[in-house]
C-alpha cells in the first residue's frame, strides 16, 4: 500500500476501537445495571456508574422533540457529517498525524452514537457519572459514555492542533 493511503487508513483503527469499546462497555452497563439505577459508586458519589438513556444530543438538547425529528436531526444528519468529514479526510493531505489521528476519534464516538440512535428505541445509552460540586450550577456533569469522551477529547486535541498550526504558518509566512 502506498505510504499516502497508509497515513490515510492507520488511524481509522481508532476509529474502530471506539466503537468497540463504545458499544462493549455500553452492552456491559445494559446487562449488569438496571435502567435508570446507579451501578456502583467510586470514591464516595464522585463517580458513579449508571445507566440511563439519552434521546436528545448533549446535555438531552432536543430529547422532547418528536421520534420522526430527532431522527432526522440526531441520525441521519450526523451520519451525512460523517460522510462528508470522511470524503475531506481521504481527499485531503493537508491533515497532519495528529490531526488525523484526533478525526479518526471525533469519527469513532460519533458512530458509537449513531448506533445507539439506530438501534436502541430509548436513545443513547451513557452510563458515566462524574459529581461536578456545583460548578456551573450542576451538582453532577451530565452523564456521558465512551463515544462521547472520545468526541470531546479528540476534538479539543484538534482545536489546540488547528490553533497551532495556523500559528507556526503565520509565524512562517512572516520570515
Known sequence: MQESLRRKFLPLLLTGLVVLADQITKWLVSILVKP????????DDFFRIIHVYNPGIAFSIGGSLS????????GLMPLLVIVIVL????RSDEFSVLQRWCIAGI????????IDR??????????????????????R???FNI??????ICGIILMLSLVLGIRERKDESDE
Not at 421520534?67 to 440526531?74: A, E, N, W, Y
Not at 470524503?87 to 481521504?90: A, E, L, N, W
Open 67 to 74: 421520534d420522526s425529528v430527532r431522527g432526522v436531526l440526531f
Open 107 to 114: 469519527i469513532g464516538g460519533g458512530l458509537g452514537n449513531l
Open 36 to 43: 435508570w439505577t446507579v451501578g456502583f459508586t467510586i470514591w
Open 87 to 90: 470524503i475531506v479526510y481521504f
Open 141 to 143: 456533569w451530565p452523564t
Open 118 to 139: 439506530f438501534f436502541r428505541a430509548e436513545g443513547v445509552l451513557d452510563f458515566l457519572d462524574v459529581k461536578f460540586y456545583g460548578i456551573f450550577g450542576l451538582e
Open 147 to 152: 463515544a462521547d469522551s472520545s468526541v470531546v
